[in-house]
């Protein structure tokens, strides 16, 4: 949206999504180097809490100590600090603004002066940051940071995937498909989780192995099973419902869009060239690490 | 007078706050070269500060030239 043109917003996306493979190696790079170098042994958290060893998630501020002077230690805590509030204050500005324009607004109260609504936004800042803070402690009831993580995204993250890509290229799909099939992958993440909590064995069901053991594999599977339910559901819904005339999709669904042209580009500046990049990337990566 | 000239550039302040950090820890990885303290982190026999200062000041230098204000972009 904030994009200046149709290149700029497709290299926009194409970068995310190289940041977004290297996540995993983001995130464990500092742990395995911790592992290597640091002179004593890392334990999960529930170990750590036992027996007041440092854990894995305590390994940047450990690292930070061991290698970093005065000035830049205070530059990595900053980076540190820095890192917590940009995700902390969009996701806490995110959940005021949903609330209070998409839910609070449209289906509680219609009428009301903006000072009202940006008194609901404010007491919604103050709600999130709490509910972050409670977050914090679920986080420690978790195998690691990087299994919470996973456990949400894929509760929330891939449900919506399936529901984005399907609604952007079939025009068939509709409203109350999208609701439903989004709704779906989110209850069957949840319960395989659930079920998998509380029963650990379950997860050779979830993973379609006897061999299997609970990790962050669970998770994978999990992402599976909560996509075919998406689509699954999105699909069936969408036969069964009537679809919106092709005029109101004008714009929000691929084949009814016009697409502006990119401008002519050499090779290595065209959004196409980088795409294909990523997909390679994506493809070997996954190779590597089946 | 064009529109231009009363923009200024976010990288403007990116550079601006790269080299105060510069600074503060050159100034920092300096000191500590000539009066170390007792408590000493692994490998301070490399200065990190210094190098680590330097790097923040050219790279804060060159975005604060590059997109000062009044510079035609």
């Given at each position: ?95 005021a603004t949903v609330w209070t324009y998409d839910i609070y607004q449209p289906l509680i109260r219609k009428q009301a002066t903006d ?176 | ?62 975005y604060v030239s590059r997109f000062r204000p009044g510079k035609r972009l």
């Open positions: 949206m904030t994009a200046k043109d149709l290149r700029s917003a497709k290299l926009g996306t194409v970068i995310g999504a190289f940041f977004k493979m290297m996540v995993p190696l983001i995130v464990i790079l500092p742990g395995l180097l911790g592992r290597a170098v640091l002179p004593f042994e890392l334990v999960s958290e529930p170990v750590a809490q036992q027996t007041g060893a440092h854990s894995y998630n305590e390994v940047l501020p450990l690292m930070l100590v061991r290698y970093c002077g005065p000035g830049l230690l205070g530059l990595g805590v900053t980076a540190l600090i820095a890192g917590f509030m940009s995700g902390m204050a969009g996701n806490v500005s995110a959940f000072a009202h609504y940006v008194r609901m936004g404010r007491w919604c800042t103050l709600l999130g940051v709490f509910v972050s803070i409670g977050t914090a402690y679920l986080v420690m009831s978790f195998r690691s940071i990087i299994d919470y993580a996973q456990v949400v995204f894929v509760f929330f993250i891939v449900p919506m995937f399936g529901t984005v890509v399907l609604g952007m290229l079939w025009k068939r799909t509709t409203p109350a498909a999208g609701f439903w099939g989004l709704l779906a992958g989110i209850l069957a993440s949840f319960f395989l989780w659930l079920w998998v909590r509380l029963d650990p064995s379950a997860v050779r069901f979830v993973a379609l192995s006897a061999d299997a053991k609970l990790g962050m594999a669970d998770n994978i599977y999990r992402a599976m099973w909560s996509l075919v339910a998406n689509v699954v559901v999105t699909v069936v819904v969408t036969l069964f419902t009537k679809p919106k005339p092709a005029h109101e999709l004008k714009g929000l669904v691929y084949g009814l869009t016009e697409i502006p042209s990119e401008g002519h580009f050499p090779i290595f500046k065209r959004p196409i060239t980088w795409a294909a990049a990523v997909g390679i990337g994506f493809v070997v990566l996954n190779i590597i690490f089946w | 007078m064009s529109e231009k000239r009363h923009f200024i550039s976010i990288w403007f302040f990116i550079g601006s706050l790269l080299v105060v950090y510069g600074l503060l820890i050159l100034g920092a990885g300096i000191y500590e070269l000539f009066s170390p303290s007792k408590s000493q982190v692994i490998m301070s026999y490399l200065h990190a500060g210094i190098w680590w200062g330097l790097l923040l000041l050219v790279i804060g230098g060159i």
